[in-house]
């Protein structure tokens, strides 16, 4: 129909996508930081360590702890 997304995954009309919500009582999962409500930030249970170090020395908006 012309506006942009694929009619594989809102058919013919203007339905537009429904974001997942998994855990189906509160926000979407893209923007939910518990997913599951099991009381585990998704970030802790996908092995993520947040930087401690917060310097970034060549001022490109990654931080120096990420960089080789």
Not at 30 to 54: K, L, Q
Request: net charge negative.
């Amino acid at each position: 129909d012309g506006d942009g997304l694929n009619d594989a995954y809102e058919g013919a009309g203007d339905a537009g996508i429904t974001p997942e919500n998994t855990d189906g009582v509160d926000t979407p999962d893209y923007i939910d930081t518990d997913s599951d409500n099991d009381n585990v930030s998704d970030t802790v249970e996908a092995g993520f360590t947040p930087a401690t170090i917060t310097t970034d020395t060549d001022s490109d908006g990654l931080l120096d702890v990420y960089e080789g």
